[in-house]
């Protein structure tokens, strides 16, 4: 028996020295020390010894089968070294590789005109404000002297939240949300997102750019709101640019005007962008309601001031192609 222990030993020891991968080691360990094992065997027919026998051929089995696992163990740590020297060697980072390029994209036509007009105005003095998107009924529309039967509040025109919550179609209601917080004198616009329920097409989208205008102090004309938009349009569009007003109704402004600007293109000629007309529309204006200055705690009979609301436009392919045009064709 001890001859066979030591053939075991042997043909084992040679197995494992010779193995060349993990699989090899798994089965060695299998073969010889697995439940059906040659070792195994042999301790199981240990029965069969006599008693001076047992303790020998016992504590011999055992030195063996130490002497295989701390083998197997031994081959299986190198195996894990020369792996990760492998690693090391193939996974080399050079260092002076030039390194990835971050392509940078540029800022949104939109954005870039936003910028600009803000600019613009900060130069006269105004603060930029800010107001909700997801917003009360109530400032989108009632503070705003729009009734309830408006058809700016249908279904069909507007998304209701709920039936005080609305996604806010124009960023008047940032007006009220000022003249509730501030006093006069007011000097402010807002650029903001608005909403609509309007289907995409080449000029209509159902999200668009507004920039909103609003001034309150005594003695505010509509020459000041006339003196307002020529500069304005002046620095954002050319020296030569002119203005006129036409009338118009909005319900938060009596009286209330639409503004063109002369072509800045054929510089009042007539050409394709202006339609041949010399004029493109610019914005909604006017002087604020008295109801809307008295819903927002302002008194009307101390107090007077113009508002005015520009949208962004596409061209009639539907694209925002240059930043002067993107919110006015
Ligand atoms: N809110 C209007 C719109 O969405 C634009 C507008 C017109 C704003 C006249 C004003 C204004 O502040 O005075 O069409």
Known sequence: MKEQIEKIR????????????????????????????ELTLI????????????????????????????LIEERKKEFKVAEI????????????????????????????????IKEIFIGMGYQIADGPEVEFATYNFDK??????????????????????????QTSPVQARVM????PPIKIICPGVVYRSDSVDATHSPVFHQIEGLVVDKNISMGDL??????????????????RFRPHHFPFTEPSAEADVSCFVCGGKGCRVCKEEGWI???????????????????????????????NRKNSNGEIWNRRYAFII
């Open 10 to 37: 042997q043909s084992a020891l040679e197995e494992i020295k010779n193995a060349n991968d993990e699989k090899v080691l798994n089965d060695a360990r299998v073969k010889y020390l697995g439940k059906k094992g």
């Open 43 to 70: 301790l199981r027919g240990m029965g069969g010894l006599s008693s001076e026998e047992r303790p020998v051929i016992g504590s011999l089995v055992n030195e063996v089968r130490d002497e295989i696992e701390n």
């Open 85 to 116: 020297k492998r690693k090391l060697e193939t996974e080399k980072i050079d260092v002076t590789m030039p390194g990835k390029k971050i392509e940078l994209g540029s800022v949104h036509p939109i954005t870039q005109i936003i910028n600009d």
């Open 144 to 169: 705003l002297n729009t009734p309830p039967d408006h058809p700016a509040r249908d279904i069909q025109d507007t998304f209701y939240i709920t039936d005080d919550i609305v996604l806010r179609s």
């Open 180 to 183: 509730e917080t501030q006093k």
């Open 226 to 243: 006339k003196g307002t938009l020529e500069m304005f349009a002046k620095k954002c569009l050319g020296e030569k640019t002119q203005i």
């Open 281 to 311: 529309e610019l914005l909604g204006c006017g002087m604020v309601h008295p109801n809307v200055l008295r819903n927002c705690g302002i008194d009307p009979e101390i107090y007077s001031g113009f508002a005015f609301g520009m949208r």
